[in-house]
């Protein structure tokens, strides 16, 4: 099993930055991929951005490209999701979701590819 525990959410106003944190537990997190997913309210859940285990490649949904960054620090056991110019659509729950891979350079972009969740951050965007 793997926990993860997001946060860094809140409120912020539009063209601000947050910086999202995610903190996994319980097995080795190198041997996972990461990603950000997010839902906001009546939507579906969509993907953010994901990165591979080691951190060389990364992935990001046309919608935050350019503006928001994941990495992650393997020492640390936590991966990080950077947002800047923040725009209200924006706003929704950011959840980071773990999947066992230790594949050079792969990075997965679709919710039922990930095998552990945690249970979300808020991140709302006024304008």
């Known amino acids: 099993q793997v926990q993860l525990v997001e946060s860094g959410g809140g409120l912020v106003q539009a063209g601000g930055s947050l910086r999202l944190s995610c903190a996994a537990s319980?097995?080795?997190?190198?041997?996972?991929?990461m990603g950000w997913f997010r839902q906001a309210p009546g939507k579906e859940r969509e993907f953010v951005a994901g990165?591979?285990?080691?951190?060389?490649?990364?992935y990001y949904a046309d919608s935050v490209k350019g503006r928001f960054t994941i990495s992650r620090d393997n020492a640390e056991n936590t991966v990080y999701l950077q947002m800047n110019s923040l725009k209200p659509e924006d706003t929704a729950v950011y959840y980071c979701?773990?999947?066992?891979?230790?594949?050079?350079?792969?990075?997965?972009?679709?919710?039922?590819?990930?095998?552990?969740w945690g249970q979300g951050t808020q991140v709302t965007v006024s304008s």
């Open positions: 990165i591979s285990w080691s951190g060389d490649s990364t």
């Open positions: 979701a773990a999947k066992g891979s230790r594949g050079w350079g792969i990075v997965f972009s679709t919710g039922y590819e990930y095998d552990y």
């Open positions: 319980g097995r080795t997190f190198s041997n996972y991929a």
